[in-house]
């Protein structure tokens, strides 16, 4: 997949054609970082919104380094510069609400969108149920090595206060606690990073040899450095249960060969999802959703733009529908 943003940009605007209207919606998609292909993923599809591309919106992607201060320093630039709406990813579930607060003083509705944040004062949330996926993706991996049989697993956490990380986590630990005979012998973030958590894994092999039966990696990144290790240490991947969370190119390659289990998290229904419900706050009219995410989920309801949460489907990866997903990323 060609990479669209640089990971040390801090901002890019993307503007579609000549504007369709005189005064285009500015809209302001403040990220968490885009080092890493899923938010990639979501940035483009942001860019691809047919409002977009009509000029109806003129959408700024901004990246926040992975950093609660950078991120509100953009809402801090949004409020001066008079957006309409801005959409939230924020990296840190409680930090991120002052900046749902300095948008909401400026009159700017903010929409959630993929990780969440502990403020009353956002306008809505189109995302996922974190807490389903890593329950999802920690049964993968229990199933694989046997719940009754017991063994022996290993957590890499994503940043350590982001509402991923959290809700993720309690995914896990409720399909751990349904394998007592399983124990957790390390657990700890890798920041999302596919190198950290190579190192990561690559310690625990050194720590604990022939004792990691499973790798509940809380993202694919993560559970593609922890395949890089078992690689590198000279021992058989399909020694280990491994799954890991979103569905991104690597992961979806290394599902069809075998090595690991992925969910998919629906980048493109997130992004669109959440420029729909933003034109609708900032429009405050009766605006139809342009995106066909909504046809392609008829389960999640449009209700006019105005429910608090939107919750976008997971999608297990499978040999059935791997083929197809790796298509879309051609």
């Known amino acids: 997949m060609k990479k669209l943003l640089s990971s040390v940009a801090v901002l890019a605007t993307f503007a579609g054609p000549a504007a369709a ?3 285009p919606l500015k809209i302001g998609a403040a990220l968490y970082g885009l080092q890493a ?3 990639q993923i979501w940035a483009e599809a942001a860019e691809q919104h047919p409002a977009v591309q009509s000029g109806m919106v003129d959408l ?7 950093d609660a201060l950078v991120q509100q320093e953009q809402f801090e630039t949004m409020a001066t510069q008079g957006f309409d709406a801005a959409i939230f990813a924020p990296i840190d579930v409680e930090a991120g609400a002052e900046a749902v607060r300095i948008a909401h003083e400026a009159g700017i509705p903010v929409i959630g969108s993929n990780t969440q944040v502990n403020s009353e004062l956002l306008t809505s949330y189109v995302g996922s149920d974190d807490t389903r ?10 199933e694989a090595i046997g719940c009754e049989d017991g063994g022996n697993v290993v957590i890499i956490e994503g940043p350590i206060g982001q509402s991923a990380q959290v809700q993720r986590l309690e995914g896990n630990q ?12 390390e657990q700890q973030t890798a920041n999302w990073s596919r190198a950290e ?3 990561l894994m690559e310690n625990w092999l050194t720590a604990h040899p022939g004792e990691i039966d499973g790798v509940i990696g809380q993202n694919d990144e993560m559970a593609l450095g922890a395949i890089e290790a078992i690689k590198a240490a000279g021992l058989n991947v399909e020694d280990f249960a491994i799954a890991g969370i979103d569905g991104v190119t690597d992961a979806l390659t290394a599902v069809k060969a075998g090595e690991m289990q992925s969910i998919l998290q629906d980048a493109r229904a997130q992004a669109q999802g959440a420029i729909d419900v933003a034109i609708a706050a900032a429009t405050d009219g009766d605006y139809e959703p342009q995106s066909d995410i909504w046809t392609q989920y008829p389960e999640m309801s449009w209700e006019g733009g105005e429910a608090s949460y939107y919750d976008v489907p997971w999608t297990p990866v499978t040999a059935d529908n791997v083929d197809d997903l790796l298509a879309t990323r051609q």
């Open 21 to 23: 209207q005189d005064d």
């Open 37 to 39: 292909e899923f938010m």
């Open 60 to 66: 700024t992607i901004f990246d926040g380094r992975y």
């Open 133 to 142: 996926s890593g329950y999802m993706e920690a049964q993968m991996v229990l």
């Open 174 to 185: 409720r399909a751990l606690a349904e394998c007592p005979n399983v124990k957790v012998l």
């Open 197 to 199: 958590a190579q190192t």
